[in-house]
């Protein structure tokens, strides 16, 4: 499968706990997203690299969020001293070299994580 | 307000019926999309454009960019076209991002 998959699909965990999730993007996308949704809602925004420069971080990623790339390929997304208000789906997107300013997406099939 | 609105929030129609969902922005935008997300969280991209109309299969989907406005159409509805039809926009300013909508969840029963 050479989709954007991520890891884990599901967690549970207690509330002041970290967890981290795994992105791996389509093989040669030079754009990585981090997107948060919540129940009812559209995704919003978190953070954005380039292939391993994270150029945008939105207000929404609290000191207690990081995202890194190290390599330019997979991405992580740690939430230290979770809470349950950081109960969401955590969605990864990743997008092409070369599209421009079209902004197409490619999509993985999220991580939800649910706060005890 | 958000920047991308959507309606209506919820639709429940019979399989057959002809189903409009719409889209309007108040920004100004380089690209729209309309995408799909099933029960589980998966999103897929359905269409993107920058100006007039595209079709693919039962689905049609029509920008005018100086209304700021977007519809998808489905035709000929189907209850596995039940599903969270969710319509986002790439600003002309600012970072390469989508914004979203707060999406519509749509039921189509047999």
């Known amino acids: 499968d050479t989709g954007v998959s991520q890891d884990p699909r599901h967690k549970i965990t207690k509330r002041g706990q970290n967890v981290t999730f795994r992105c791996d993007p389509i093989?040669?996308?030079?754009?990585l997203y981090w997107y948060r949704q919540t129940l009812g809602q559209g995704p919003e925004f978190l953070t954005y690299f380039q292939n391993e420069a994270q150029l945008e971080k939105s207000r929404l990623l609290s000191d207690r969020f990081s995202a890194e790339r190290p390599k330019g390929s997979f991405s992580t997304l740690e939430i230290q001293r979770t809470e349950q208000g950081d109960s969401a789906m955590y969605l990864c997107?990743?997008?092409?070299?070369?599209?421009?300013?079209?902004?197409?997406?490619?999509f993985g099939e999220g991580s939800r994580l649910t706060v005890l | 307000k958000n920047e991308v609105e959507q309606s209506p929030q919820n639709l429940t129609a019979q399989e057959g019926e002809f189903i409009t969902i719409n889209c309007s922005y108040s920004?100004?935008?380089?690209?729209l999309h309309w995408l799909q997300q099933h029960p589980g969280g998966g999103i897929v991209s359905l269409f993107m454009?920058?100006?007039g109309k595209k079709k693919h299969g039962r689905l049609i989907a029509t920008i005018n960019i100086q209304e700021k406005h977007s519809s998808l159409h489905i035709t000929a509805s189907h209850p596995r076209d039940s599903a969270v039809y969710i319509c986002?926009?790439?600003?002309?300013?600012?970072?390469?991002?989508?914004?979203f909508g707060q999406g519509t969840r749509l039921t189509i029963n047999p």
């Open positions: 997107a990743s997008s092409p070299k070369g599209q421009g300013n079209t902004g197409e997406l490619f």
């Open positions: 920004v100004g935008i380089s690209a």
């Open positions: 454009l920058s100006s």
């Open positions: 986002a926009v790439l600003k002309l300013q600012g970072a390469q991002k989508l914004v």
């Open positions: 093989s040669e996308h030079n754009r």
